[in-house]
């Protein structure tokens, strides 16, 4: 296969979370070209079955293919969790998810092998990030929290509020007493609360971003592969964004949390896919 | 058409909030069966497509249809918004939409015409509760205001709490200054919150509780067609539960607020309908 180093990322998620992945992209490999998929039609994808998520993933990626992507990013955990080993074998370009990026460096940053993780309940209550983790190093102990409202709070953008240090203290409670020195943001819009959650933890507790991580191992993966973009692209915005649904909404988040103004945001039938 | 007195009433919602509504026709209208399904695979509602919506909300109804329901409440905001015209024309059955119950009494009871609307960001962007009211009286001025936190915060169960309080509080600061006599609670979780919202709107604001006025309009709707229940039921629990995904969190949340043990809730698969 020949490879155009040139060619965009795609990245995807259930919704506009993902955007904080893509964000870290743009940020630590400002060259690469990134054609973002968000599932807003059929968001969340927390509450739906594994061959549910397989199927959607599948769709989005033979999207993302038609856009002649070299790479693929699921920047999204349940999607991460349920569809990643099935589409990664089924696929001749590279594909990597938020949680195997974050367990990795969880894995690598622990000193006292005991791992918090916040996220969805669907998330949490899947134990997928025990199973990475457990992998990684027998010896880690993980201790998962639901949040549920994080995500409608990121969404209002009372991401430096008291209220959502309020609910931040209740959460994290329980979490604080269980002597964790590694907490990983187990969704993709907590690193907009990141720096209300780290207040909260404490200095003794490292916070992991899997957007960051994800971010740094693309990086890597395409360099291995020798496919890192020869950094010549003469476009001002080298991004481009797809929604299954009301693409308003989204460019207005997009707005609020990329450096870059989302001017536009195009819709699509995914269900065609 | 052949009319079974006995039948069920058809109840649906994208999720959990309309159970509200269940609540109350259980409490006005005793004697009417019920069947419930909650969306809740492809909850919220909120922020989808009208055309997304109206396909839902065929294939709820087919589904309710084979349950040989005899009238049918769409007790979700969004599908009332978006769906109940277009379905309404295409059945031979009643369906009534908890938008329009609301909208009747709400004009009915303010003095100074000003009237105040929450509900979701689909809902209030809609703009559909103006429309209706404007209809019954061209004088009134609506007054919308989106609350996304207010689901969620009724999910935690955080129903009397000071985190609730202080949402409440922000959320309605503009609404107080705008000097309106009614509110009407325009998302089915809001009943839920109603002595918060009470509290802080004041002796001044008489709250609108559209779940329970869409009882009443069955009951009125269902005397009107000669369809009323016989009363000659003889199950202990008349009542049955449908699910599209997650059948134990519903039925734990629907333990929590209605009168009655929910043991029973069934998943279907409803992308076949």
Request: hydrophobic content about 40%; aromatic content about 8%.
């Amino acid at each position: 296969m020949k490879i155009d180093r040139d060619a965009p990322v795609g990245v995807f998620d259930s919704g506009i979370g993902g955007l904080t992945v893509a964000r870290e992209i743009m940020r630590n490999l400002p060259s690469e070209k990134i054609v973002y998929f968000g599932d807003t039609a059929r968001v969340p994808y927390g509450s739906k079955s594994k061959e549910t998520i397989v199927r959607y993933s599948r769709q989005i990626i033979h999207f993302l293919k038609e856009q002649q992507v070299k790479a693929i990013v699921i920047a999204c955990n349940t999607a991460s969790a349920f569809a990643l080993d099935t589409v990664k074998a089924e696929q001749d370009i590279p594909v990597i998810g938020v949680i195997e990026a974050g367990a990795k460096v969880a894995a690598s940053v622990t000193r006292n092998h005991r791992i918090g993780v916040i996220g969805t309940e669907g998330t949490i209550g899947s134990g997928i990030h025990a199973k990475y983790l457990k992998k990684l190093d027998p010896k880690i102990t993980v201790i998962g929290r639901p949040c549920p409202l994080f995500v409608p709070l990121a969404e209002e953008g009372w991401t430096h509020d008291p209220v959502t240090t309020q609910v931040a203290e209740r959460y994290l409670e329980d979490l604080k007493k269980e002597n964790i020195d590694t907490l990983i943001l187990g969704c993709t819009h907590y690193p907009l609360l990141r720096s209300t959650i780290a207040q909260v933890m404490g200095d003794g507790v490292r916070l992991v971003n899997p957007a960051y991580e994800t971010a740094l191992e693309l990086g890597r993966l395409l360099k291995e592969k020798d496919m890192l973009s020869a950094g010549t692209i003469q476009e001002d915005f080298p991004y481009r964004f797809f929604v299954s649904d009301l693409a308003d909404k989204f460019t207005g988040f997009a707005n609020s949390i990329l450096p870059y103004d989302v001017s536009m945001t195009k819709k699509i039938d995914i269900e065609k896919y």
